[in-house]
């Protein structure tokens, strides 16, 4: 199993302004990804994290919005850029450690923009 | 891409009976269909999961059954309880690979 911690675990900012989550995990894992989740609604997946590389997004979701690093195994970053009040939601960091599949996931980031 | 389509969106049920909850998907190379359930405030865990050799697999009072010739796959939860009571999100994926999520389904379990 992984143990994921985030943080912030949640946030209060004002539009325009950038936020970073950072996300690490307590063992080596293969698969890294961020998810979105408003509301009362499922999760959506932002991008696959990929190590020392660019990330990859999924449809809707674009590198200047929401720059992804994750300079080694174990760790990631997601930055939420000129933040409106759309952007309110839980962010998700999740991770796969390859061999089962299993998606352990973090305990997320409520971020609401004002 | 894959798509994953999650029914119904909300389902009551009274404690003692049984719950079902079922989801088509469109990627005919997803070989891997994990359930997660996610209580108020936490995170989704994982509950029970199928690969795609295989076309049942039983937990306890969960079941999964899969249908890779309809691409279909449905969660069971027999004997309810009230802590059974949360969302549940169905997911598909090819393995070693993104995992795509169904939109959820709002379990009640009436006393």
């Known amino acids: 199993s992984a143990v994921i911690s985030q943080k912030p675990s949640r946030d209060i900012c004002q539009r325009g302004t950038s936020l970073t989550i950072q996300c690490q995990v307590d063992?080596?894992?293969?698969?890294m990804f961020w998810y979105r989740q408003q509301p009362g609604q499922s999760l959506t997946l932002i991008a696959t994290a990929n190590q020392g590389s660019e990330a990859t997004y999924e449809s809707g979701f674009v590198i200047d919005k929401f720059p992804i690093s994750r300079p080694n195994l174990t760790f990631s970053t997601l930055t939420v850029s000129n933040m409106s009040p759309e952007d309110s939601s839980i962010y998700l960091c999740?991770?796969?450690?390859?061999?089962?599949?299993?998606?352990?996931f973090g305990e997320g980031s409520r971020l609401t923009v004002l | 891409g894959e798509n994953v389509e999650q029914h119904p969106s909300t389902l009551s049920v009274q404690e003692g009976d049984s719950a079902v909850i079922k989801c088509t998907y469109s990627d005919s190379a997803s070989n891997y269909f994990p359930w997660y359930k996610q209580e108020l405030g936490k995170r989704p865990q994982l509950i029970i999961d199928?690969?795609?050799?295989?076309g049942e697999k039983k937990d306890q009072r969960i079941a999964v059954t899969l249908n890779k010739t309809a691409k279909h796959f449905s969660l069971h939860i027999t004997e309810t309880q009230p802590e059974d009571s949360a969302v549940y999100f169905c997911?598909?994926?090819?393995?070693?690979?993104?995992?795509?999520f169904g939109k959820g389904t709002r379990l009640h379990i009436l006393p």
């Open positions: 063992s080596q894992v293969t698969m």
């Open positions: 999740s991770a796969s450690a390859g061999d089962t599949g299993e998606l352990f």
């Open positions: 997911a598909a994926s090819r393995g070693d690979d993104k995992i795509i």
């Open positions: 199928i690969r795609s050799n295989v």
